[in-house]
């Protein structure tokens, strides 16, 4: 099988990502956006998980549980995989890709719940952002296409939370403000409680034009932060709010760029069922705690252990010192939380950083190294920085 090749196939099963599987010479074709029953033409490409993957050149005949895919970018876009598929379709992958992930660690699929689908609203995206060399070439913003590096210069986003989507056209507006002739950054954008968090990353650091118009966008947008980040560095260009989540009642700073579930209507039924499965089981180990989406809700019925592996890097003085709020939120020091609800029902949590022995009746095996790194700001929740919930 020669690279670029065109070959006919029919696609027979899904596979762990969604794609549609085909045979051809007696290994798997891995096919985006097809589905079992599907017959197209193919081009063949790099080598993938024991087979080839496969671009559709043509579709001959669609199989049965073909969707209409409600974006205009489907299929080219890289920021969603699925939306070819109808429901029981779109259910049985996904739940296929949770109990292969089980069965791998030697746990019976058979806990997994019916799956829950909630409506599609991220509050959290990462985009690319270019501005073409050409004076007269619009600028681009967007996902890139699926395993490959080119944008797709997005005009609608079906999955975004509505807010986020409106900064995301306004920064095509601005980016020649923003980038030099030929420039790109990637842009994190983050609806936190405190309003929308932007991230820019970026090869150069941002010329004084760049810092006035992200100013005046931040204004124009009601941004709550905009941090720019160049080779490692973050430099805080202003924040108009401190910016926190509500993580189980409990206010925390959240760094430029952080995780956070992507919708907050899923992280509310992970939430529930983490309560509802393990609550009151002690000793809670949150292992990979982010910023305490489930410790701090553990923490609601007794001790809670939380590790996080990263730190986040120092931030510089505000760029521009006339736009920023406060001091910026970094230099945590510590490898764990302990998180412990102790006061009444209506306190949130107290949390208290901590390098002592584990408390009886806790694991005693030594953390793994990676535990005793710095952790950042988000993973530390100091008390004095925890407000009780309104
Ligand atoms: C997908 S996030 C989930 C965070 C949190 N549980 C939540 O739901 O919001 C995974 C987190 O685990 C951390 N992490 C990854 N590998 C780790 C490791 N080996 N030890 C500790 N933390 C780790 C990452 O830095 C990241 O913050």
Redesign the pocket.
């Known amino acids: 099988m020669s690279p670029d090749e065109l070959v006919e196939l029919s696609v027979e099963s899904f596979g762990a990502r969604g794609d549609g599987i085909a045979q051809h010479g007696g290994e798997p074709v891995f096919l985006p956006f097809s589905v079992p029953g599907d017959r197209v033409r193919a081009r063949l490409g790099a080598r993938r998980g024991g087979g080839r993957e496969g671009r559709v050149v043509d579709r001959l005949a669609s199989g049965l549980e073909r969707a209409d895919p409600p974006c205009r970018h489907f299929g080219v876009c890289g920021g969603c995989a699925l939306q070819h598929l109808g429901a029981s379709s779109y259910q049985a992958v996904k739940l296929g890709v949770l109990r292969t992930a089980l069965e791998r660690v030697g746990i019976d699929p058979g806990v997994v719940e019916p799956l829950r689908v909630v409506p599609p609203a991220r509050r959290r995206a990462r985009v690319g952002l270019v501005r073409p060399g050409h004076p007269l070439l619009p600028a681009r913003i967007g996902f890139r296409e699926r395993f490959r590096h080119e944008l797709v210069d997005i005009t609608e986003c079906l999955i975004l939370e509505a807010p986020l989507f409106v900064v995301v056209t306004r920064l095509r507006q601005v980016a020649a403000d923003l980038l030099p002739p030929g420039g790109s950054a990637e842009a994190t954008l983050t609806r936190t409680d405190s309003g929308i968090d932007l991230l820019i990353e970026a090869a150069e650091q941002p010329a004084l034009g760049a810092l006035e118009a992200l100013a005046a966008f931040a204004e124009e947008c009601d941004l709550a932060r905009i941090v720019w980040r160049s080779s490692g560095e973050e430099i805080p260009v202003l924040e108009r709010r401190p910016v926190r989540v509500l993580l189980s009642g409990v206010a925390v700073p959240v760094p430029p760029g952080?995780?956070?579930?992507a919708s907050r209507a899923a992280?509310m039924i992970?939430v529930e069922e983490v309560l509802s499965g393990i609550a009151s089981l002690r000793p809670a180990l949150?292992?990979?705690?982010?910023?305490?989406?489930?410790?701090f809700t553990l923490a609601q019925a007794g001790p809670v252990h939380a590790?996080?592996?990263?730190s986040a890097p120092p931030l510089r003085s505000p760029a521009l010192p006339w736009a920023g709020h406060g001091s910026p939120s970094s230099g945590a020091t510590s490898s764990a939380i302990r998180c412990r609800r102790n006061g009444p029902p209506a306190m949130p949590p107290r949390c208290s950083t901590h390098r002592a022995p584990a408390p009886p009746g806790w694991p005693r095996h030594s953390p793994?190294p990676?535990?005793t790194r710095s952790l950042p700001s988000h993973?530390t929740p100091r008390p004095s920085r925890v407000t009780p919930p309104n």
């Open positions: 952080a995780f956070l579930q992280e992970l949150d292992l990979f705690a982010g910023l305490g989406t489930f410790a590790v996080e592996a990263r793994p990676h535990s993973a």
